[in-house]
């Protein structure tokens, strides 16, 4: 019984896309900034969600989504342009509490990531590099001679599997950085940092889209 994909096109797949999930981009990026802000558990959940929008670019792909985004490039670019619209308020936001907080001196504590998952899927659906994997980078994978939906399944598998190590290790590594929030000056400097990261995913998500 013949494999869905070939065993050397997948080892090819993998080496490939292992780069991708480690490339510093808008999701990784936003990961570092969830796990700053709201601590290991909101970051997860953001991870959460990221990837459920990237089984949704699967689906679409499927479906022939990718040839539809190439034959009408605006509503893509109207959907990044939201996104990073969506980024640059939440970077703002961080940067106005780290100015209007910096001088008090109360306790603070890493706040409950009730909307981690929806931030994480907003900023992978509108994650031009999500389109350049389905139109560029998954397309010379697939093979016309053997059915499309094993394959797309294996691959999907092997992309979010990395993807959630990469992204987790980004989110958890912000995270680490949490447990300093007790620190006046820290607390600071670490709004303006996120509050950079968020606007820096917003730039690349326009850059690249």
């Not at 796990?35 to 990837?51: F, I, Q, T, Y």
């Not at 999500?130 to 059915?147: I, K, S």
């Not at 989110?171 to 820096?200: D, H, K, Q, Y």
Request: hydrophobic residues 60%.
């Amino acid at each position: 019984m013949a494999l869905p994909v070939d065993p050397a096109r997948y080892a090819a797949f993998l080496a490939a896309m292992s780069v991708m999930a480690i490339t510093p981009g808008p999701a990784n990026l936003f990961a570092i900034a969830t796990g700053m802000e709201k601590g290991k558990g909101a970051a997860l959940l953001g991870v959460a969600g990221m990837n459920c929008a990237t089984l949704i670019w699967f689906f679409g792909s499927a479906l022939g989504l990718g040839a539809l985004i190439i034959a009408f490039p605006q509503a893509f670019h109207i959907l990044a342009l939201a996104g990073a619209a969506y980024l640059v308020w939440l970077g703002l936001k961080s940067l106005w509490a780290g100015w209007k907080n910096a001088e008090r001196e109360t306790v603070a504590t890493v706040r409950g990531g009730k909307s981690a998952f929806v931030d994480g899927f907003t900023v992978q659906i509108a994650n031009p590099k999500a389109l350049l994997f389905f139109t560029a980078v998954l397309p010379p994978f697939l093979d016309v001679g053997r059915p499309l939906v094993p394959q797309l399944f294996m691959f999907a598998c092997a992309t979010i599997g990395l993807d959630v190590i990469s992204m987790s290790a980004y989110g958890l590594g912000g995270a680490a950085l949490s447990t300093r929030m007790n620190e006046p000056v820290f607390r600071r400097v670490f709004a303006f940092t996120v509050g950079a990261l968020l606007i820096c995913a917003a730039i690349l998500i326009v850059s690249r889209g």
